[in-house]
Nanobody, 124 residues
């Protein structure tokens, strides 16, 4: 089973960009689909984006389409979330999560492996 560690979160002004990284341990990372979720203070955790094992298939929540891009480098055991045109409503703790299998899932309960999260704060 892989272990995940997020990084890259920080304070940024509205309109700015950030790239989050999700680094995984373990040799089987390429067999895991990976997703990003986020949780703002006082709100439920929500799906942001996911990427298939090969990186060919991606899926985004509507609110980030055209602004965020998920990608992966299996040689580096890392998944990225490039976030552009950030808005204050993107402020949240961002988590990456991984699951094995061919089906792509957007519900957090379907993911068994999680990182500790990285804080993204967007100021207006």
């Amino acid at each position: 089973q892989v272990q995940l560690a997020e990084s890259g979160g920080r304070l940024v002004q509205a309109g700015g960009s950030l790239r989050l990284s999700c680094a995984a341990s373990g040799r089987t990372f390429s067999t895991y689909n990976v997703a990003w979720f986020r949780q703002a203070t006082g709100q439920e955790r929500g799906f942001v984006a996911l990427i298939s094992t090969s990186g060919i298939r991606t899926y985004y929540v509507d609110s980030v389409k055209g602004r965020f891009t998920i990608s992966r480098d299996n040689a580096k055991n890392t998944v990225y979330l490039q976030m552009n045109s950030l808005k204050p409503e993107d402020t949240a703790l961002y988590y990456c999560a991984a699951r094995m299998g061919t089906l792509l899932r957007t519900k957090g309960d379907d993911y068994a492996t999680w990182g500790q999260g990285t804080q993204v704060t967007v100021s207006s």
